[in-house]
């Protein structure tokens, strides 16, 4: 079971931005796809954004392309995620996990961290 502790959210006012990262436990970290996802107040969880293990291929969902960035350092099995020109529906808690499909499907009886509360004020 891979552990994830999330940092690096904060309040910010709208068009400024937060970097978030996620460190993971576990050797494998490496060879594991990762994704960002969100929880916005009374909203179900939605993913966010993917990485790929093997080439850093990237995968946005619609609402962030062009002003959130997912990257990856293996070396300190960190994933991040660089957020830029915030709205204030990006408020959410920040989660990262590993992922099975580049479209955010994670694996079955996959725990979650406490995630990293982000506030966009307008």
């Known amino acids: 079971q891979v552990q994830l502790v999330e940092s690096g959210g904060g309040l910010v006012q709208a068009g400024g931005s937060l970097r978030l990262s996620c460190a993971a436990s576990?050797?494998?970290?490496?060879?594991?796809?990762m994704g960002w996802f969100r929880q916005a107040p009374e909203k179900e969880r939605e993913f966010v954004a993917a990485i790929n293990w093997s080439d850093s291929r990237t995968y946005y969902t619609d609402s962030v392309k062009g002003r959130f960035t997912i990257s990856r350092d293996n070396a300190k099995r960190t994933v991040y995620l660089q957020m830029n020109s915030l709205k204030p529906e990006d408020t959410a808690v920040y989660y990262c996990n590993r992922i099975a499909t580049m479209t955010g499907v994670i694996y079955k009886n996959t725990s979650w961290g406490q995630g990293t509360a982000v506030t966009v004020s307008s």
């Open positions: 576990g050797r494998a970290f490496s060879t594991y796809a």
